[in-house]
Nanobody, 127 residues
Framework: QVQLVESGGGLVQAGGSLRLSCAAS????????EGWFRQAPGKEREFVAG????????DYADSVKDRFTISRDNAKNTVYLQMNSLKPEDTAVYFC????????????????????WGQGTQVTVSS
């Protein structure tokens, strides 16, 4: 079992920045690719960014490319999402998720295949 806890959400003006963190605890001895997903009110959950357990492969949704950066510190069992140039349409609850995978290139882009989820953190971008 792995527990994921997100932090770092909040209210920010358009053009501002936030850094989300996702701390993992529990059985962190296994390999987990991790990703960030978000869900806005009345919308489906969508993929935002993902990183392989090795930290060597990344993937981003087109809507956040060149603005968001995902990274991880395996020594701290933490994944980060640096969000710059935020827009009102980035407003959502952001969730981190982990997919067990030994593939060093595997990036979790499909939430249905993720094994663990955090409780979410609210990000609100005002115009």
């Amino acid at each position: 079992q792995v527990q994921l806890v997100e932090s770092g959400g909040g209210l920010v003006q358009a053009g501002g920045s936030l850094r989300l963190s996702c701390a993992a605890s529990g059985d962190t001895s296994s390999h987990y690719a991790e990703g960030w997903f978000r869900q806005a009110p009345g919308k489906e959950r969508e993929f935002v960014a993902g990183i392989s357990w090795s930290g060597t492969r990344f993937d981003y949704a087109d809507s956040v490319k060149d603005r968001f950066t995902i990274s991880r510190d395996n020594a701290k069992n933490t994944v980060y999402l640096q969000m710059n140039s935020l827009k009102p349409e980035d407003t959502a609850v952001y969730f981190c998720a982990a997919e067990a995978s030994r593939d060093p290139w595997r990036v979790p882009v499909d939430g249905a295949k993720c094994d663990y989820w955090g409780q979410g953190t609210q990000v609100t971008v005002s115009s």
